[in-house]
């Protein structure tokens, strides 16, 4: 396959709730997107392979083993690529301070940005006892939630013919939840209590797909979100400026990227 020509240079990514193998799955604009990026470093924050879905029922196009070749190539071409294995994707946890095929698998990381800022990297299922969990939120998030994805694709593909740009029906109907919210903020502020018992600049995560980027409480909380519905990533630059970048297939400018205002932490 020949590269695109206008590949960004970047010095990290972090993408997470990739969900390879379930049939929500946005591989192509995965591929799209990696095929897009220069990068010296890759974090996949948890959630890569989705060994729960591939249990009910095998699902393996060819698409996803486009995805998985392009990580690992990436990682046997010299870039340094990081795994923090999920809930999804647990049982790789047992490779934890090993290497898996030049990826090095941690149960967390502390990544240090060129601005000097030091981010905790954990996938974020970590909370999940110490939620309280909603039953419609429990639902939502498995037989439920595949049935509105698929849904959404299909009327994605329909926006898409009408030249609308992409929608998550999944999110809006997250969004009009309000116990889904109370969760979502809950989360958050678990997440960063964590990164200040830890003492560190930030955090950033994924599990509950919903992306974001932004300050609480003096501490940066970052969640990629996924690529079953946002398709985003967030993205350090070579100056340490990190971006929140969603991905529509087509390949975004850097001019239409949401960025991050230094927040002017210490190192």
């Known amino acids: 396959m020949k590269r695109p020509s206008n590949r960004q240079s970047l010095r990290s990514v972090f993408i997470s709730d990739l969900h390879l193998g379930s049939r929500g799955c946005r591989a192509e604009r995965l591929l799209d997107f990696l095929n897009h990026i220069d990068v010296e470093q890759l974090f996949l924050v948890g959630d890569v392979v989705d060994l729960w879905s591939l249990k009910r029922s095998a699902y393996w196009p060819a698409s996803h083993e486009a995805v998985l070749s392009r990580l690992m190539r990436m990682a046997h071409e010299g870039r340094r690529v990081v795994l923090v294995p999920g809930n999804h994707d647990a049982d790789l946890r047992a490779f934890t301070s090993q290497r898996f095929g030049n990826v090095e698998v941690h149960r967390n990381f502390t990544h240090r940005t060129a601005e000097g800022r030091r981010l905790l990297l954990m996938h974020g299922d970590e909370f999940d006892g110490a939620l309280h969990c909603h039953p419609w939120l429990e639902a939502f998030g498995s037989r439920v939630y595949d049935f509105t994805i698929a849904l959404n694709h299909q009327i994605d593909l329909l926006r898409t013919s009408m030249g609308y740009p992409y929608w998550s029906l999944a999110g809006y109907l997250k969004q009009k939840a309000g116990r889904a919210m109370q969760y979502v903020h809950a989360f958050e502020k678990a997440v960063v209590s964590e990164a200040m018992k830890r003492r560190v600049d930030g955090v950033i995560c994924g599990h509950i797909h919903r992306a974001a980027l932004h300050e609480i409480d003096g501490v940066l909380y970052g969640n990629d979100g996924d690529w079953v519905e946002n398709c985003s ?35």
């Open 233 to 267: 990533a967030i993205v350090e630059r070579n100056n340490g400026a990190l971006q929140l970048w969603h991905w529509p297939g087509q390949g975004v400018p850097v001019a239409n990227a949401i960025a991050l205002p230094s927040l002017g932490m210490a190192a």
